[in-house]
């Protein structure tokens, strides 16, 4: 079975400090992994996806993430953070159709 | 640009009372997906569908289900609502290992 699990459910953070947010994935195939944002009483909307080639994925907002095939690990990570970043941000696997999100995580950004 | 479009927004149904939401699609996409967000559970994926005339099971299936008569529409029925069912629900549409478009959600709430 495939899942994904956000280790931490709230990250505070003042702005402009880095933040790392941590996704890891079990599967026992070949997937490709996501990184979605939810701002409030909004939809998801993509900030970055592996599918192949180069570890270190770029995505809009600054953000990035790199993908850790031994450590099946996904993390996204960003140097400098706005109150704008303030929101909820979910990693997702897609193993064979499906689209299998974690339990999120909530990014506090504080002046 | 339409995008997906979920249908009702709100909602407020008494136990037992049945319903339909509907989803549409205007990006010609083969994949379809039904999510319920509750907090701390991120999104659980209810059914989903890998193209017209085909649905599958997700995580949480139980109480709900599904149809894909046409390639651009998702339904998902509530036969006999329940308290449990009180939830946000969101539809997802996808061509494959690409990004997944969310509709901004249907509110429920089972009295």
């Known amino acids: 079975a495939q899942s994904v699990t956000q280790l931490d459910s709230q990250v505070p953070v003042f702005e402009e400090a880095p933040v790392e947010l941590r996704c890891n994935y079990s599967s026992s195939v070949s997937v490709y992994l996501f990184w979605y944002v939810q701002y409030p009483n909004q939809g998801l909307q993509l900030l970055l996806k592996?599918?192949?080639?180069?570890?270190l994925v770029k995505g809009i907002n600054g953000f990035e993430a790199e993908f850790n095939k031994s450590q099946t690990s996904f993390h996204l990570r960003k140097p400098s953070v706005h109150i704008s970043d303030t929101a909820e941000y979910f990693c997702?696997?897609?193993?064979?159709?499906?689209?299998?999100f974690g339990t999120g995580t909530r990014l506090q950004v504080f002046p | 640009n339409a995008g997906v479009t979920q249908t009702p927004k709100f909602r407020v149904l008494k136990t037992g009372q049945s319903m339909t939401l509907l989803c549409a699609q205007d990006?010609?996409?083969?994949?379809m997906y039904w999510y319920r967000q509750d907090p701390g559970m991120g999104l659980r994926l209810i059914h989903y569908?890998?193209?017209?005339?085909?649905?599958a099971k997700g995580e949480v299936p139980d109480g709900y289900n599904v149809s894909r008569l046409k390639k651009q529409n998702f339904l998902l029925g509530l036969e006999s609502a329940a308290p449990s069912q009180t939830s946000v629900y969101f539809c997802?549409?996808?061509?494959?290992?690409?990004?997944?478009?969310f509709g901004q959600g249907t509110r429920l709430t089972v009295v």
């Open positions: 997702a696997v897609a193993p064979r159709n499906k689209l299998i």
């Open positions: 990006m010609n996409h083969e994949y």
């Open positions: 997802a549409s996808t061509s494959g290992s690409t990004e997944a478009f």
């Open positions: 569908s890998v193209g017209e005339g085909t649905t």
């Open positions: 592996y599918l192949s080639g180069s570890t």
